[in-house]
Structure formats: C-alpha cells, structure tokens
C-alpha cells in the first residue's frame, strides 16, 4: 500500500521477539507508542492521541482483543480501533476467531480453554472487508515449533494447551 503511495502508519505492532515479523516492519512508518509505568513496570501501549494528530488513511493495529494497561482511555483495544474509524481513519487489522464474543462458550467447550480476551461480534460488523488466513494444522504447528508463533520457552506451554491438533482443527472449522 505504501508502495501505492497510501498513507499508511504502524499504529501498534507486538512482534512477541518473531524475527520474521519483525523483519517486515522496516520501511514503515511507526507512531510512537505511549510508555506507561503499571506495577512497577514500563508498558507501551498504542497512543491513540498521537495517531488521530497524524490522521494516516490507514492504521495497522495489532492484537485486536488486547486489553489496555489500567488508565488508558479505552479498556480495550478494539474500542481504540472504534476512535480511530470514527475520526475516518482506515484500520488493518488481525485477530484469531477464539477471540469473538459469541463463540466464548463454544471454543471453550471445543478446546478445553477458556479465552479472557474477546472482541464483541459489532466490532466485526464494523469491518468493510474481511480476510480468512487459513493455515492447515499440520503447517500452523510447524510454524509454531519452529518459533515463528511464539518465544522457544513458550512453545512447550503451546503444545500442552491451545496448540493440539484437535483444538486448532476446530478452531480452523469454526473459522470456516
């Protein structure tokens, strides 16, 4: 887009220490984050004010379903996302399907895991375009224990939960 001549800008990017994520951000313009000090602890948090004053035609805002460090503006971040549509600003944007609301109940029956980060389905409603990124199982769980999902040290943690077979597979159906 940005090659197209788009005014595109990073409004926040995790790359969770994935060197192949990272590797993409270069070339890219980047708000700067907002430090906010929480428990003793510098946190970075997308600075919602410092995107609306740039005003890009689009803003790429990672983690979808996070929820901001107490004292933000918005306990989370899709109502961050909802600020930055209202004032006209094109949103990019990701999130994985065990995060949508309505689906709580049955992701945590399919797989054993109960999601504390959700995103209510009008969020979804708000987008112009949706996009299914569909991996098979067997490359997802590739592309986790080759770290390209999560830190080394996670990984193992990864497998016991989330990360089995038959839970991504019904993730992967629910998505379908």
């Not at 428990?39 to 004010?49: H, K, L, S, W």
């Not at 490359?139 to 839970?167: T, V």
């Amino acid at each position: 887009l940005r090659e197209r001549g788009v005014d595109i800008v990073i409004a926040v990017v995790d790359t969770h220490g994935r060197p192949e994520t990272a590797e993409l951000l270069p070339g890219l313009e980047a708000v700067p984050l907002r430090r906010v000090e929480y428990r003793g602890v510098a946190v970075e948090e997308m600075d919602v004010d410092a995107v609306l004053g740039r005003r890009p035609e689009i803003a790429i805002v990672d983690e979808v379903a996070h929820t901001n460090v107490p004292g933000s503006r918005n306990f989370k971040r899709y109502k961050d996302i909802l600020e930055l549509l209202d004032a006209g600003i094109n949103v990019l944007c990701a999130f994985n399907i065990q995060h949508l609301e309505s689906l709580n109940d049955v992701i945590a029956h399919a797989t054993g895991v109960r999601v504390r980060e959700t995103v209510p389905d009008t969020f979804l409603e708000r987008a112009d375009q949706l996009v299914n990124v569909d991996l098979p199982v067997e490359e997802l769980l590739d592309r986790l224990k080759s770290g390209k999902i999560y830190a080394n040290e996670k990984i193992p943690w990864a497998l016991e939960g989330f990360f089995k077979s038959h839970n991504l597979l019904s993730l992967r159906e629910l998505t379908m």
